[in-house]
Structures are given as C-alpha cells and as structure tokens.
C-alpha cells in the first residue's frame, strides 16, 4: 500500500456500527493555582529587571549633575566640572574642584588583586580537596565548615583586620613600613572572606565533570594528580574562570572592610602598606548624612558609584563571554 493510502485511510474517521466516530478533541483543563504561581514568577523576574534599570537611571541621572552644576566656592568664583576633568589630573580633592579617578581606581584595583592572590590559589586548592581527594565524610564536614566563613559580616573582617592583621603585618616589616590603615591589610582579610565563594563555586564546577572521564584516565594509567590536571581542571575550565571572574566582581565592591582598613587618604601611591581610599571606601566615608545636596562632594558619590557599576557590569559580562566560548556540554 502506497504511503499516500495509507495518510487517507487514517486520516478517516473510524466507523462504529455504520456511523463515523470522531476522535475527542482534547482541551487543556484550567489549573488557577499553577497559573497564578507561573504570573508570580513572571512578576519576580520582570521586578529584578525593571529594579536593576531603575539603579542605573538613577546612578546616571544624579552622575550628570556633577556635569551640569554649577559651583561657587567661598570667593565666589564658579567652577565647573566637565567629563574630561576626571581622567586629566591624578588628584582626587572635590573639595579644591580636582576630581581625578585614578587614586581611587589604583586602590580599588590594588586591593581586589591582593585579595586574589589570597582567594583563587586557595579556594582552588580547596576545591580540588573536595572535589577529588576528599572522602563524602569529610566533605560533608569540611565543605559547610568553609562557607561558615561567607556568613561572617563584613565589619566584623573591617576590625579583624585592624586589630589584627594590621599589628602583625607591623610586627613582620615595622611600623615604620606599615601604616595603621593600608590596602595590604584589607585586601588579605577580603582574600579570606571571598575564599568561600570561589571554594564553592569551583568544586560545583569540578563535581559536575563526568566521572567516566576521571575513569578512563585513570584506565590509561593516568595517577590521580595527573587526571586532576589534564582531564577534570580544563574539562571544569568555564566554571572555574566564572568562579574567579565573580569572585573579582566581589572584591571590587566590597565596603565595608575598604571603609575600615584600608583609610581614607586618596593616594596613587603603589605601596600597599600606605593608606588609600578605594571607590567603596569614599563612598561609604563620604556619604554620612551631612552633605549639602548638590554640591560637588554630594555629586561625586554617584558618579563613583557608577563607575563602580560599570566595572563589576563589566566583569559580569566577560564572565558570561568566557563561560560561553569554553563551556563543555556532556550527555
């Protein structure tokens, strides 16, 4: 029977005693509570969309006054402020109209690497512990014991390391060498807080490795170190890079322990035993309550924070970027 029968014989309706039989149309049945929960949901995403539009009109709407006000100091002479002015000076004193980036940029960036330099190599190091030489016993004991440390708040790291990283860095290299305030001190303390979240992160990368590609190395004689090497690290490469890349985003927006460690001097110096004021420690030092509205301190607030939003924007995106160029998809 040729396929073109055999579509008309089936697409007749059957015969049941002499009269054709319809198949039943079928109807989707109204579920209210499962309709209400998915206009939920479509509610929560749309909110975090529209909120985060809203932060960046914000941000941007109060950054342009600092463009477009005008300022009178104490002689009566106006000064104005234009785009340029904050990458043409190296100083950063809005109170003498000098609004230059680059010493709050060069602390901000000087901190977030030494924070790294402390929280990749061992949150790496202690995912692969977890992930491939642990035992399930330990890692069940290990693993929440770790992020316990994500849990602590970050004032509680600000007097930490003032109390006690700042005294023993001196006791290491001197007083004369060490400030009380500096970046040095800070950045270890942020390494130890964002430890956690590379730790967990990574390891969820390096679990979700197939185990038949551990097993096959290792049947082609392949040591455990050598499979962790060559087979689970560039086989887990993209999540471990997004691990580092928010793990960056997460320096560079930490406040608290920039507010209370690091000092409040704006300083471009490339010492970190010196104190400097990062984007988020100004910010946070700044912002007391007591400024005049429209005045250039007050404005200068939001433009560093838009700066500030730019950057981990930024990173979020390069981090998306890298996890989608080098993801590997295993079935």
Not at 119 to 141: D, F, H, M, N, V
Request: glycine share 6%; proline share 5%; net charge neutral.
């Amino acid at each position: 029977m040729s396929q073109e029968a055999i579509i008309t014989r089936t697409a007749r309706p059957a015969l049941v005693f002499g009269r054709p039989q319809h198949p039943p149309v079928l109807t989707k049945r109204a579920r209210p509570t499962e309709t209400a929960i998915q206009a939920f949901l479509f509610l929560c995403g749309a909110l975090s969309i529209v909120t985060t539009i809203t932060i960046v009109f914000v941000l941007g709407r109060e950054s342009l006054h600092i463009v477009t006000s005008k300022y009178i100091d104490a002689s009566g002479q106006v000064h104005t402020i234009k785009v340029w002015d904050f990458f043409n000076t190296l100083q950063w004193q809005p109170h003498r109209y000098k609004v230059g980036i680059a010493p709050l940029v060069s602390a901000t960036m000087m901190s977030s690497a030494i924070a790294m330099l402390v929280a990749l190599p061992l949150g790496l190091g202690s995912a692969i512990y977890l992930s491939e030489y642990a035992s399930a016993k330990t890692r069940q004991i290990v693993k929440p014991v770790l992020e316990v440390l994500a849990g602590v708040p970050t004032v509680v790291y600000g007097f930490f390391a003032l109390q006690f990283v700042t005294p023993l860095l001196q006791d290491l290299l001197g007083h004369e060498t060490v400030e009380i305030f500096n970046v040095a001190s800070a950045g270890l303390v942020m390494g130890i807080m964002i430890l956690p979240l590379v730790a967990s992160m990574s390891e969820d990368a390096l679990s979700a490795v197939p185990r038949s590609l551990r097993e096959a190395s290792h049947g082609l004689g392949a040591t455990r170190l050598e499979t962790t090497l060559q087979i689970v690290l560039p086989a887990a490469l993209s999540g471990i890079a997004a691990a580092f890349i928010i793990a960056i985003s997460r320096a560079v927006g930490e406040t608290m322990i920039m507010a209370i460690a690091a000092g409040a001097r704006p300083n471009l110096a490339l010492n970190p035993f010196e104190s400097a004021w990062t984007m988020t420690g100004y910010i946070a030092s700044i912002s007391g309550g007591d400024l005049a509205f429209d005045t250039l301190d007050y404005n200068s607030i939001f433009a560093v924070g838009l700066l500030l939003f730019l950057l981990t924007l930024g990173l979020n995106l390069l981090s998306r970027q890298f996890v989608a160029r080098f993801r590997a998809v295993y079935e």
